[in-house]
């Protein structure tokens, strides 16, 4: 049982690149999200997904896309990478049950110059 | 989701009590509080959560006030393995979790 699992762990981007970060959890929840976090901040939701097939935008949802095509994944998608958009980024699951504890994965380190 | 306020920094000594507290003046009915830590760069982890009773676990105690517009997570004998950024966010059930900017405790030796 990994939990949730995030690649790659860094990543260096030039701007104007895009890329996707990757997102998988094992535990069947039906809730997941991204967040991210800049230095001496605390966390912010970009996107959310209640279950596959259904995506929403969180406080931070520019510059980002997501689809949630299966249960286990969501990947985010940067298209046009922008220094604003150099932060740590955390994936997180929960069940929708009344889930109380939101899992958190390793985190993505992302710099774009 | 109601805000919440809590002190930048806090530190305690290895061993003692470390109580964190937490004001939520204007909760809701069917808001519950949260607490999470993050340590270092880590992704924040779960600690407890409540409604209106007090709560216990293997990690920390809730203390929520009657009027349930202030809370304290009490960390009973704190280790160095504590040092961490811990989150109070009330929210309902089904609502997204919002982050501020937390407590930074650090445990002293």
């Known amino acids: 049982n990994a939990g949730v699992t995030q690649t790659p762990k860094f990543q260096v981007l030039k701007t104007g690149q895009s890329m996707t970060l990757q997102c998988a959890q094992d535990?069947?929840?039906?809730?997941m999200s991204w967040y991210r976090q800049d230095p001496g901040m605390g966390l912010r939701l970009i996107h959310y997904s209640v279950g596959a097939g259904i995506t929403d935008q969180g406080e931070v949802p520019n510059g980002y896309n997501v689809s949630r095509s299966t249960t286990e994944d969501f990947p985010l998608r940067l298209l046009s990478a922008a220094p604003s958009q150099t932060s740590v980024y955390f994936c997180a699951s929960r069940s929708t049950g009344g889930g109380e504890k939101l899992f958190f994965g390793s985190g993505t380190q992302l710099s774009v110059l | 989701d109601a805000k919440t306020t809590q002190p930048p920094s806090m530190d305690c000594a290895e061993g003692r009590a470390a109580n964190l507290p937490c004001n939520h003046s204007t909760i809701s009915g069917n808001e519950y509080v949260y607490w999470y830590r993050q340590i270092h760069s880590q992704g924040p982890q779960y600690i407890i959560h409540g409604l209106k009773n007090n709560e216990t676990n293997e990690m920390a105690s809730l203390i929520i006030t009657e009027d349930r517009k202030s809370s304290t997570l009490i960390l009973p004998h704190a280790t160095l393995r504590d040092t961490a950024v811990y989150y109070c966010?009330?929210?309902?059930?089904?609502?997204?979790?919002?982050f501020g900017t937390g407590t930074r405790l650090t445990v002293i030796p």
């Open positions: 966010i009330v929210r309902a059930l089904t609502n997204n979790l919002f």
């Open positions: 535990m069947n929840h039906e809730y």
